[in-house]
């Protein structure tokens, strides 16, 4: 199966831009590249998702590579309410077996 | 729009005892994943359910098992429960058809097995 790679934490200033990164080497395809948060205390949800093309939407950024080995979720101006933790999982199409990883717990300092 | 409702929210068992965890997903929703999270492992796929079938299912011992209602509600089983069962136990729903489809996450149930 094709595995994720992303910083263990991050840390941001509130009102900044954030750009958390993920190495999926191994992506095939078929897999679609999808990003969810799980702040303290509450299941995950959903942020954002993308092929290849770099996608928008009212929450985040999603910026691929070309050759699809890497992807980065931007978040334009964190705020405090961003701190989560953040999965980038790669998902075939159609099957909810995605593998989440250990994903990057991001810190925002007011 | 109501969202996933998960019960029990908290439950303790014993060692060896069954436990029976419940998922109603978004209205409309056909499709129910279940997740076991812990701290060590993180998030890990169970199984998931579709029009009443199992569709997929993760690497899990067969003590955890599931199944589907005609409503789309969902319930998990695990019996003879051990200590490493202690997890949060997420249920998260789908309701579009192919990948485009986000899964909405409940809170969980959170079992401590002493």
């Known amino acids: 199966d094709a595995k994720t790679t992303q910083p263990n934490s991050m840390e941001s200033n509130e009102e900044e831009p954030v750009h958390l990164p993920c190495n999926h080497s191994t992506i095939s395809g078929t897999d679609y590249i999808h990003w969810y948060r799980q702040l303290p205390s509450q299941g995950p949800e959903y942020v954002i998702h993308g092929l290849t093309s770099n996608v928008n939407n009212r929450m985040a950024s999603l910026a691929i590579a070309e050759d699809r080995k890497s992807s980065t979720l931007i978040l334009h101006r964190a705020t405090l309410r961003d701190a989560a933790v953040y999965y980038c999982i790669l998902r075939r199409y159609n099957n909810n077996d995605m593998r989440f990883g250990a994903g990057t717990r991001l810190t925002v300092k007011p | 729009k109501a969202g996933v409702t998960q019960t029990p929210r908290y439950l303790i068992k014993t060692r060896g005892q069954q436990v029976t965890l419940s998922c109603s997903p978004i209205s409309g929703h056909r499709s129910v994943s279940w997740y076991q999270q812990t701290p060590g492992q993180g998030l890990q796929f169970l199984f998931e359910y579709f029009s009443e079938t199992q569709r997929n299912k993760g690497n899990f011992p067969g003590r955890f098992s599931g199944r589907q209602f005609s409503n789309s509600r969902s319930e998990m089983n695990v019996s003879t429960l051990e200590l490493g069962d202690s997890a949060l136990y997420l249920c998260?729903?789908?309701?579009?058809?192919?990948?485009?489809?986000?899964?909405?996450f409940g809170e969980g149930s959170r079992l401590t097995v002493l």
């Open positions: 998260a729903s789908k309701g579009l058809a192919g990948v485009s489809g986000e899964l909405f």
